[in-house]
């Protein structure tokens, strides 16, 4: 797949621009509903867009946190750690109008993958936009386990680079709302 300004997800529902070598989990495995996911086509990067009940008894950075750390139990993570949470600026973003507060969320956790003993530092960066008046929280993930090497060594894989930062923020800023009925009736 590549890149695009308006990628559908959710149906439609939302659009959003992925980075190069993105590709759609869904196509490969089940996903859940309320999650979009996608995997890089050599590493082990992976990006999530996910849609939650609205977490109305954390406000602010803390509910940046509350939902870094409800990702990192339901990973089984071990040695969680946050290391930045800063707000973001709503005009940067093309949800601005229906996105109440927004946050960046940088942390580390240790976590092994399916069928694996070994757990692994993976970087996580998280963007939380809360929109109240549809009770959501949206959650953006972008995970980064540490570079195999071994995955570059094919000729036609050297011209995919890693994600990068900017990649996920190309992500987060770029998310649209199509259409506000995929949250039910108001």
């Not at 890149?3 to 992925?18: E, Q």
């Not at 386990?145 to 894989?157: A, G, I, K, M, V």
Request: proline letters at 8%.
């Amino acid at each position: 797949m590549e890149p695009t300004r308006d990628y559908p997800l959710f149906g439609g529902a939302f659009s959003a621009t992925l980075p190069p070598g993105a590709i759609d989990v869904s196509d490969l495995r089940p996903v859940p509903n309320n999650q979009e996911v996608f995997c890089h086509r050599v590493t082990d990067q992976s990006l999530i867009v996910e849609l939650l009940e609205q977490q109305a008894h954390v406000q602010g950075e803390e509910a940046a946190r509350y939902h870094f750390e409800d990702v990192c139990g339901a990973q089984e993570a071990r040695a969680v750690q946050v290391e930045t949470v800063q707000p973001l600026f709503l005009e940067n973003l093309a949800l601005r109008g229906c996105c109440q507060e927004a946050w960046v969320l940088s942390g580390k956790q240790q976590v092994a993958k399916e069928n694996q003993q070994v757990a692994k530092d993976v970087t996580v960066h998280q963007a939380l936009l809360r929109l109240p008046q549809y009770q959501t929280d949206v959650l953006l993930t972008f995970s980064q386990p540490p570079p195999d090497n071994r995955s570059f060594l094919s000729p036609e894989n050297l011209s995919l680079l890693p994600w990068s930062l900017g990649d996920f923020e190309q992500l987060v800023t770029s998310l649209t709302l199509h259409d506000p009925g995929i949250f039910g009736p108001q």
